[in-house]
């Protein structure tokens, strides 16, 4: 039976259990232990507590208590706002929580039907999650060459470093595998290739411009081959009409306005590539010599 420093787990978890069993509006209640004594999985603290409930209170948001000595987190979201960290990107542990965490409360199968529906890693998902890597892949690997051209390495080394991690994500997500649930343990397994790039950056004798400058000539490949698959949510979306879209309409597109990533850069770097056609529209009222953007 697990325990924390000596202390049953299942004693807390049952507390919690009978404390939020009757209240108004749960959905449902997990648990998620600390498996390691230095692991941030859960922000540090000893025991993680998730409350899915359909009153919203920003009060609640997230509290830190002490439990028979022991240091809980205490996550109160909405199913709305589960969900969304879910797609989103911004909070990678949130697949983790779900994976490993022990569901005590659940109204109706919610957050057993979510978790399954998560680790089935459903295509629409996938795209999500590999546009908003390739989105990260960009940007870090942008800058490092900007970095790089600046004379500033390290700073160099730490982006395009940033940007092997985006890409090992990709090649995750392309064998339907959570990107979350571990990286260079497995790399070698799923992408060799990407494997001994990240050893040529990290451990080779050469110096480190030469270093930096080794990876961003793979990246440059890869931005190349992996641009329109990886890219093929927002294409889709840009083929679903005839009218060519603005870049607000895009933004609060159902599938990508919860998504964490900056699209401004990802439909230049498209355009730039010949695989989306920008286009200058004339205004109807105000400035007349302003032209808008569009995209198709």
């Given at each position: 039976m697990k325990a924390?420093?000596?202390?049953?787990?299942?004693?807390?978890?049952?507390?919690?259990?009978?404390?939020y069993e009757h209240q108004e509006g749960l959905v449902s209640l997990a648990a998620i232990d600390n498996p390691f004594p230095y692991n941030p999985l859960i922000d540090g603290l000893d025991l993680l507590i998730i409350i899915v409930t359909e009153r919203e209170n920003p009060a609640?948001?997230?509290?830190?208590?002490?439990?028979?000595?022991?240091r809980v987190q205490i996550r109160t979201v909405t199913p709305a706002t589960l969900e969304q960290w879910t797609r989103g990107g911004e909070n990678r542990s949130i697949i983790q929580w779900l994976a490993r965490g022990d569901i005590l409360l659940d109204r109706d199968n919610y957050l057993a039907n979510l978790r399954d529906g998560l680790l089935s890693f459903p295509p629409v998902l996938r795209s999500q999650k590999e546009l908003v890597e390739f989105g990260g892949f960009i940007r870090t690997y942008l800058q490092a060459k900007q970095d790089l051209q600046d004379n500033n390495l390290l700073d160099a080394y730490s982006n395009i470093l940033a940007a092997l991690n985006h890409w090992a994500h990709i090649a995750f997500i392309e064998k339907g595998v959570?990107?979350?649930?571990?990286?260079?343990?497995?790399?070698?397994?799923f992408n060799p290739?990407?494997?001994?790039?990240?050893?040529?950056?990290?451990?080779?004798?050469?110096?480190?411009?030469?270093?930096?400058?080794?990876?961003?000539?793979?990246?440059?490949?890869?931005?190349?081959?992996?641009?329109?698959?990886?890219?093929?949510?927002?294409?889709?979306?840009?083929?679903?009409?005839e009218e060519p879209w603005s870049i607000m309409e895009l933004q609060q597109h159902s599938m990508l306005s919860e998504l964490h990533m900056d699209l401004s850069l990802l439909l230049q770097k498209l355009v730039k590539r010949g695989y989306v056609r920008e286009v200058a529209y004339m205004p109807t009222a105000g400035d007349m010599e302003v032209l808008e953007l569009r995209y198709h």
């Open positions: 924390i420093r000596g202390i049953d787990v299942e004693h807390i978890k049952s507390h919690f259990k009978a404390a609640k948001g997230t509290e830190h208590i002490s439990f028979d000595g022991e959570h990107p979350e649930l571990g990286i260079w343990r497995q790399m070698r397994r290739g990407i494997y001994k790039l990240y050893e040529e950056l990290t451990v080779s004798p050469e110096t480190l411009e030469k270093r930096v400058q080794l990876v961003l000539l793979a990246c440059e490949f890869s931005v190349m081959s992996k641009m329109k698959s990886s890219c093929g949510l927002l294409l889709s979306i840009l083929e679903s009409r």
